[in-house]
């Protein structure tokens, strides 16, 4: 590993960058090591593992999802039943998703209570408001993928909410649903949306919320 590491180094002085990011000590009250009620400073580090995770499980179980009324159900009992672990993969995911938009409320409630969200820190809070719409995002748009009645009527429902929203209400279920009804272009633009349009934006979102971080530190105890 060293000797990987020095042949990189000598050709593209990787050495300051690394410095950059890995000489940055952990302040005590932020460290669970040194106070145990620190561990409440690892919960938005804990939310980005499990979305690894949910990256990571979601992309083996698109090996085998198909997105159409004919086939979703199908290909997803053919996961549960016939895949080599599909069944773990697939409980995972399912779990992990539960697990991940929990872990990002407890994060949330920790900067709030810390008062982390204030003065330099608001725009960061303002960027974990948009983390934490996707992460909601991922998990209706996900739910309605096994297209079973538990799913169509969950979406059903979930859309009729959104038409409730003033003004942009109708537009907005209509675009989510592709038409009047929910159907195949509904289970399309909600695949679409789960590993295409979400991904992306979030992305974007934790690079500036981890940008920020880094730029700002993190916030001193109350
Ligand atoms: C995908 C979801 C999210 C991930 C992966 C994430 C990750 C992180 C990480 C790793 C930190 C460093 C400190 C810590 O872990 O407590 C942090 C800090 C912070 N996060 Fe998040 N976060 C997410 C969502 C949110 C949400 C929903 C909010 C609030 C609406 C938020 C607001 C903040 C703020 C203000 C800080 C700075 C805290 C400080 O300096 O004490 N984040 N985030």
């Known amino acids: 590993m060293g000797r990987i590491y020095a042949f990189l180094d ?27 009620k620190a561990l409440m400073y ?13 990256i990571v499980t979601g992309m083996f179980l698109m090996l085998y999802y198909v997105p159409s ?9 053919y996961i549960q039943d016939e895949v ?39 725009l960061n809070w303002i960027a974990g408001i948009f983390l934490l719409v996707i992460v909601i995002g991922f998990g209706f748009s996900g739910y309605l993928l096994p297209w079973d009645q538990k799913a ?27 038409g009047s009804e929910v159907g195949a272009l509904t289970l399309v633009r909600f695949f679409v949306i789960h590993v295409m349009f979400l991904p992306a934006l979030l992305l974007v979102f934790l690079a500036a919320h981890f940008f920020m971080i880094r730029r700002q530190g993190i916030s001193q105890p109350l």
């Open 10 to 36: 000598d050709r593209l002085n990787l050495e300051p960058l690394v410095r950059a990011i890995a000489d940055h000590p952990v302040p005590d009250h932020a460290n669970p090591l040194k106070t145990p």
């Open 42 to 54: 690892c919960f938005g580090g804990i939310a980005f593992m499990l979305i690894l995770l949910q």
């Open 69 to 77: 009324p004919d086939h979703a159900y199908a290909s997803v009992t």
């Open 84 to 122: 080599m672990f599909g069944s773990l993969v697939r409980a995972v995911h399912r779990v992990g998703a539960s697990a991940a938009i929990v872990m990002v409320f407890l994060h949330m409630m920790r900067v709030y209570f810390t008062g982390a969200y204030k003065k330099p820190r608001e």
């Open 152 to 178: 169509y009527w969950a979406t059903t429902v979930g859309i009729n909410l959104v038409a409730t929203v003033p003004l942009v209400g109708d537009f907005l279920a209509n675009v989510l649903r592709g």
